[in-house]
């Protein structure tokens, strides 16, 4: 059977009935109840003579949140859409039930809220495996999702739990410390601060608060500044690589580098799995994963693994990339690849060579890469984030200073925070730049 002809095998669309099933009570192993709804086509026999696939999601999003799309989506919006997850109105008349379950302490389920924990992972497990014993469901069941969708899948997977057959974590950030809160060691604050409000707003200033008024109520952020060094506490609610085993299809965006991208790629090489397969398109954080060719590749994937249908997905060479040659706002083809990274790659070192201080000038160039370490060392200055109409930074100001390499993770770049008398250092010695700044700073100072 030729490739073309394998692709086509997947399940195609059937006249149904929509059952839908709103606030479904899941127990947890400790006697909490979370609420799930749950979207599935009719079966021949509502007794369960015909079952079916599940595809399951868990976040602090919302099942009752309903998404409206924008108009170029390639998905229309109906009243099923919520955000980040599958439209039940293409995929059950495919055959799937789709399951949304409330987090803990979100929505409607009631408990302490603990967003993208090790708590939320163990609550994912004892849901997957309820469901997998409802008399509609085939027993195999599949994640899929985007973000905060995907995240969860690399934690539930770390338990493996025994009805999970295959995950694709679709923009996922994996390693909670590095991915989201802590870039190189610095803290995050843009966007998660920005997240842990949204989300706290559409809790407490939104429907929940009628019916969940505690929900959402966590110490998020606090936690994660108190560790603010990659410990066991991060490590408990991110990916642990030689514990995942399940099949794999790690999707990322070229454009999601700053959050998501390194956890697919990451997890495409270091999953334990012994089936991966990994793609990285371009796009909106939403728009390919609504997209015909998106869920081409998803429906291929999932029907392989839950219902046994043979697509040719595995065929295929391991590696998807959708390469920009620019120029155009439609999406690029895609080309394969036998492995990530790429064997061909010619790695180039290159130096950060200061020219000159900033000036008033801000197109004026003050620096470039080059080839070749510098002959002499240079500094500049620099805020962490823009100026405001008040003429002050908004946020912390850092001061990188070529010291103590351990303490983070990209080479030998530090960052200082100091409470008076702004002011900003790039020197590669411990020198009396910062003696003097420990000084005026009356010693208040972090790492």
């Known amino acids: 059977m030729t490739a073309p002809e394998k692709a086509a095998r997947v399940s195609q669309p059937k006249d149904c009935k929509l059952i839908v099933e709103k606030d479904v009570k899941i127990p947890m192993r400790d006697g909490t109840l979370l609420y799930a709804d749950i979207f599935r086509p009719e079966g021949k026999n509502e007794g369960g003579a015909e079952r079916f696939p599940a595809i399951m999601n868990i976040s602090v999003y919302q099942k009752d949140k309903m998404w409206i799309p924008p108009a170029d989506l390639e998905e229309k919006a109906n009243p099923y859409m919520n955000w980040e997850t599958v439209n039940p109105e293409w995929w059950c008349p495919r055959g799937y039930a789709c399951v949304r379950v409330d987090s803990r302490g ?7 809220s603990d967003p993208s924990s090790y708590q939320e992972s163990v609550d994912f497990y004892d849901a ?3 469901i997998a014993k409802q008399p509609w469901c085939s027993g195999s069941l599949g994640t899929l999702g985007i973000s905060y969708h995907a995240s969860s899948q690399w934690r539930v997977a770390n338990l493996q739990p025994p009805s999970l057959k295959c995950i694709m974590p679709w923009e996922g950030r994996a390693d909670q410390y590095r991915d989201q809160a802590y870039h190189g060691g610095i803290f995050s604050l843009g966007f998660i601060g920005n997240w842990w409000l949204t989300h706290t707003a559409h809790h407490l200033l939104g429907r929940p608060r009628g019916y969940n008024p505690d929900a959402f109520q966590n110490d998020m952020l606090w936690n994660m500044m108190r560790n603010d060094l990659d410990s066991e506490w991060w490590r408990q609610c991110s990916a642990r690589w030689e514990n995942i085993t399940v099949p794999l299809y790690s999707a990322g965006n070229w454009g999601g580098f700053s959050l998501h991208l390194r956890g697919n ?3 495409y090489m270091n999953a334990a799995s012994k089936v991966k397969k990994l793609r990285i398109h371009t796009g909106t954080h939403f728009h390919p994963f609504h997209s015909e060719e998106g869920r081409m590749d998803q429906l291929r994937w999932l029907d392989y693994w839950l219902k046994g249908i043979d697509t040719g997905i595995l065929d295929e060479p391991p590696v998807k990339l959708e390469i920009r040659t620019g120029g155009s706002a439609k999406p690029y083809p895609f080309r394969f690849e036998n492995e990530w990274p790429l064997a061909r790659t010619q790695w180039t070192k290159l130096y950060l060579r200061i020219d000159r201080e900033p000036s008033a000038d801000e197109h004026a160039a003050e620096g470039q890469l080059v080839a070749a370490p510098p002959q002499k060392a240079g500094k500049l200055r620099y805020p962490a984030s823009a100026m405001t109409k008040a003429g002050i930074s908004s946020g ?10 351990e303490r983070l993770e990209h080479g030998n770049i530090v960052c200082l925070l100091a409470d008076g008398g702004w002011k900003y250092l790039s020197t590669n010695l411990w020198t009396k730049d910062y003696e003097q700044m420990e000084k005026e700073s009356k010693g208040k100072i972090w790492w």
Not at 106 to 112: F, I, L, V, Y
Request: aromatic letters at 8%.
């Open 128 to 130: 997957i495996e309820w």
């Open 106 to 112: 979100s929505g409607k389920s009631p408990g302490k």
């Open 265 to 267: 790629t990451e997890g």
């Open 396 to 405: 912390s100001v850092v001061y990188a200073a070529m010291k103590q390499a």
